[in-house]
């Protein structure tokens, strides 16, 4: 789906095993950016976000946090993913940070 964060358009998708997936969660799939572990979905970060400044600040920071997963992020059935700005957010945030955009 469609919506507005902080006045600019993003792609979002409420993490979900049983609903029917927008084309674009699909082709992550495809492609193997995202992938399921159990009930939590695996999301590989630096794929989302194409931005190599992005990806090397991120990496920066997981190194100096002593964190070597390789840029995954995980979601909870329930949440949403942003795929715009590689967040995922809760339930809670997305009601108060996000407008869905009827398409």
Same mark, same amino acid.
């Given at each position: 789906?469609?919506?507005?964060?902080?006045?600019?358009?993003?792609?979002?998708?409420?993490?979900?095993?049983?609903?029917?997936?927008?084309?674009?969660?699909?082709? &992550?799939?495809? +492609?193997?950016?995202?992938?399921?572990?159990?009930?939590?979905?695996?999301?590989?970060?630096? %794929?989302? =976000?194409?931005?190599?400044?992005?990806?090397?600040?991120?990496?920066?920071?997981?190194? &100096?946090?002593? +964190?070597?997963?390789?840029?995954?992020?995980?979601?909870?059935?329930?949440?949403?993913?942003? %795929?715009? =700005?590689?967040?995922?957010?809760?339930?809670?945030?997305?009601?108060?940070?996000?407008?869905?955009?009827?398409?």
């Amino acid at each position: 789906m469609k919506a507005l964060y902080k006045g600019e358009l993003v792609n979002v998708w409420e993490v979900s095993k049983s609903e029917q997936q927008p084309e674009w969660i699909v082709d &992550l799939f495809n +492609n193997h950016y995202l992938t399921w572990y159990d009930d939590q979905l695996k999301i590989l970060a630096s %794929a989302i =976000n194409l931005s190599s400044v992005r990806n090397i600040k991120q990496g920066l920071l997981d190194s &100096l946090e002593g +964190n070597y997963a390789g840029g995954y992020k995980m979601a909870s059935i329930g949440e949403f993913f942003d %795929a715009t =700005n590689g967040r995922v957010v809760s339930k809670k945030k997305f009601t108060t940070q996000y407008t869905i955009i009827n398409e």
